[in-house]
């Protein structure tokens, strides 16, 4: 399983943006207006915040100096170079361990982390203090080409409040030429002094010709389909794909689900799972309050569903995946959200059990 990030961290000739090519403007207004030290770049998960990022951290040391800083990076120069090939030593990343290998950026960079017990110890989700330290310490250090010191952090939301903590101190009190760039898809959930010292760039949805047009080039077929699948953010719906889910795969699940099928989900892991779910739940509840489906064409939703029963299997997918990092079984917990899934799209009661409401009034 390749993840979504792995082609488009780094490797493009001149920007990232060119890789997700609804970049392209942000970047050259963010180029050209943001000269704060610190700037939060927020948006809906899957438009490519940390991408944004990488190509403004790119643009700023980018050593084409004859160029105006809203045509840099230039993609040639030494530095540009050296940022490709994820080896600049002006630039930090700071991303969780666990996705580190999914997003390209594995090697080096997090040296403040230690490897834990015989590097046996669990990836970590979050961005651990160590490496917020070790950061606080690039950033402090003389710039080695001159331009600037860079630190990426993303997901900013995954560093805990002690990481935070240390990190607000230096952002309260940049020192030199330190420039930082977090990225977000949940700012709320940040500190709101680490939101109140940063510039926000916010980033829109791709217009959906340009996101379905952009996963064709990718191969996908049907990319509409599976663009609705994602709630119009590209970079999950190319996930999706790749995880080996097409449109046709897609389209058929609130009927399988409807038939207790669990097999459908099989080898998706259980918060795609839930998420597949919930987005089943949210159609057909939406189709039975006579509001329009968002993640299935209206003619695959399953429909007739029982609004309590919905809501009562809403109520469980969201304990679960409130919890979906717990060691579960994982084809048990699928399987039974799969069976309350069956029973919630069933034909609703009032016309499943015209026999019982007869014998109650032949009996009353
Ligand atoms: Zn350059």
């Known amino acids: 399983m390749s993840a979504p990030g792995a082609d488009l961290s780094g490797q493009g000739s001149a920007g990232d943006e060119h890789d997700l090519p609804w970049l392209a403007t942000p970047l050259r207004r963010t180029l050209e207006t943001q000269q704060a030290h610190a700037l939060l770049i927020h948006g809906p998960g899957g438009v490519g915040q940390f991408e944004l990022a990488l190509a403004l951290a790119k643009g700023w040391l980018c050593e084409a100096t004859d160029r105006p800083l809203v045509d840099r990076p230039c993609g040639r120069c030494a530095s540009c170079k050296l940022h490709a090939a994820h080896s600049h030593p002006d630039l930090l990343v700071l991303v969780p361990e666990a996705l580190r290998e999914s ?9 403040g982390e230690d490897a834990g017990e015989g590097g046996k110890r669990k990836p970590s989700k979050e961005i651990r203090i160590e490496a917020v330290r070790a950061a606080i310490v690039f950033a402090t250090t003389t710039s080695a080409r001159g331009r600037a010191k860079v630190v990426v952090v993303h997901p900013a939301e995954r560093m805990n409040d002690v990481a935070a903590s240390a990190f607000l101190k230096t952002l309260e009190e940049p020192v030199g030429d330190a420039r930082f760039l977090l990225c977000s898809a949940a700012p709320d959930s940040l500190l709101p002094t680490i939101r109140s010292r940063c510039q926000q760039v916010v980033l829109a949805l791709p217009p959906a010709a340009d996101a379905a047009a952009w996963l064709e080039r990718r191969g996908i077929a049907q990319p509409g389909v ?9 970079q999950h719906a190319l996930d999706l794909a790749e995880r ?4 046709a795969a897609w389209l058929a699940l609130p009927r399988r689900i409807a038939a207790g099928d669990a097999t459908a989900l099989q080898g998706w892991g259980l918060p795609a799972a839930i998420d597949a779910l919930q987005k089943i ?19 695959r939703v399953v429909g007739e569903a029982n609004l309590d029963a919905l809501l009562q299997w809403s109520r469980e997918l969201a304990r679960v995946a409130a919890e979906a990092e717990h060691p579960w079984s994982v084809d048990l917990a699928i399987e039974s959200l799969v069976g309350q899934g069956r029973e919630a799209l069933k034909t609703p009661r009032s016309r499943a059990l015209p026999r019982e409401a007869l014998s109650l009034n032949s009996t009353g």
Do not use: I
Not at 103 to 111: A, F, K, R
């Open 103 to 111: 997003l390209g950026w594995d090697l080096g960079g997090n040296e």
């Open 281 to 299: 739940c949210h159609d057909a509840a939406a189709l039975a309050c006579g509001g329009a489906p968002r993640y299935f064409p209206k003619e």
């Open 244 to 247: 080996g889910v097409d449109a």
């Open 226 to 234: 599976l663009l609705a699948a994602s709630g119009g953010q590209p």
